[in-house]
């Protein structure tokens, strides 16, 4: 994270005696990235952070891909997806896998009732609500969320999900990194701030702004570790820090807040990029005001992305390029590497003389071929496929 955040009591020097009002000293924790070469968070806990009372390896659903054999442009309509029991879905046990690869496991959640706590030790993880809202506690703090929300948690950061109470499902796009999520680089100064030209900055972010304090003994956590999962039970709850101060903490950023960056003629999707992960990248398409040359062709041309998969999702409006496609809100397509692709018939006709898309959506660009999950498969759309020529096998 880029810049630095004080919350709650801290001493004014760090590793220095800091204690409770009982006289007994209070644990530091250090949360620190490329081990202690990069940023770090130094947290004030009450209890011991290392004082577990049992650990137990939990066995998971699959999470086996399946290549994308025959290779082709697929539709997924996440608005199709099924849970068994929908009012008992959780944001974390309740994910389902869309697509993954080496770097990057792309899931979603209906989530209605609370998570368990949870953290991930593989990576960081970015959540985006597509719809619905809630409480996002984690040991730094809680977080309010709303739709269009992004939430960059930390790797190893403590958290739990907890949809607001008005019955409506917290739809979350969740993406699981086998590594760090931040801003494009290019975009942040050699010391971490936001350069004038990126399209978002400090002002736009929000973090913790107060520590968040739960009591309670034998609390159990589960972590994602780079072999499966394990259950801890924590002698005390986690949520004990009475103060931190650094610059790696959960952070959210909606997508309303993304400046859209505008030409006279198309602009290449890197202008949308938000977010940089491993091996992957995350941009925002947005409402906005489009190609302002008087003889502009505002959809994109055909492209092949030679070195990447690219995966849609559309989460607002009506996206200008795939009319009459099928595809709609909840819809993902994924382009891959191996395909060129472009407008529907008649979309680039349609566009023209248009100065405004009304259109948002998210993309997740992967340098490694993706594969489909178990939810992917149980929501395709299989015409897809066949919308730029009009025909296909199953019509031929
Ligand atoms: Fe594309």
């Not at 993406?175 to 399209?199: K, M, V």
Request: hydrophobic fraction near 35%; charged fraction near 20%; glycine fraction near 10%.
């Amino acid at each position: 994270m880029p810049y630095y955040r004080q919350v709650g009591q801290i001493p004014p020097k760090r590793h220095t005696q800091f204690r409770r009002p009982d006289g007994e000293l209070y644990a530091e924790e250090l949360m620190g990235v490329e081990g202690f070469s990069a940023d770090s968070a130094l947290l004030y806990h009450r209890n011991l952070p290392t004082a577990i009372v049992d650990a137990q390896a939990v066995p998971e659903d699959s999470r086996h891909t399946t290549p994308n054999l025959p290779l082709k442009p697929r539709h997924i309509r996440t608005q199709e997806l099924k849970w068994e029991s929908p009012a008992e879905v959780d944001a974390v046990t309740g994910r389902r896998l869309l697509f993954g690869n080496a770097d990057v496991r792309i899931c979603f959640a209906a989530a209605t009732c609370p998570s368990p706590l949870y953290r991930n030790a593989a990576g960081d993880e970015l959540l985006y609500v597509q719809t619905g809202s809630g409480v996002v506690e984690t040991i730094y703090g809680a977080l309010a969320v709303g739709e269009g929300d992004y939430l960059v948690i930390p790797t190893s950061c403590t958290y739990r999900v907890v949809p607001g109470g008005d019955g409506e499902p917290m739809r979350l796009l969740v993406l699981e990194a086998t590594g760090h999520i931040g801003p494009p680089r290019r975009y942040l100064s050699a010391r971490g701030q936001f350069l004038e030209h990126s399209p978002y900055c400090e002002r736009d972010l929000r973090g913790p702004t107060e520590p968040l304090l739960a009591e309670g003994t034998d609390v159990d956590v589960l972590v994602r570790h780079r072999a499966g999962v394990t259950r801890y039970t924590y002698a005390h709850h986690p949520f004990d820090v009475v103060g931190w101060d650094g610059c790696l903490y959960p952070w959210a950023f909606n997508i309303r807040d993304f400046e859209p960056i505008t030409g006279r003629v198309h602009q290449p999707p890197p202008v949308h990029q938000t977010f940089e992960g491993p091996n992957f990248v995350v941009c925002s398409f947005c409402p906005r005001k489009v190609d302002y040359h008087p003889l502009a062709v505002p959809v994109p041309y055909n492209h092949a992305n030679v070195d990447s998969d690219e995966l849609m999702f559309y989460v607002g409006g009506n996206y200008e390029a795939r009319k009459g496609s099928g595809i709609g809100i909840g819809s993902m397509s994924l382009h891959p590497s191996g395909c060129t692709h472009g407008p529907q018939p008649g979309a680039v006709e349609a566009a023209l003389g248009v100065d405004y898309f009304d259109e948002t959506a998210v993309m997740v660009d992967t340098f490694r071929p993706l594969e489909l999950g178990e939810a992917g498969q149980a929501c395709e759309d299989p015409r897809y496929a066949w919308t730029w020529s009009g025909r296909g096998p199953e019509r031929s």
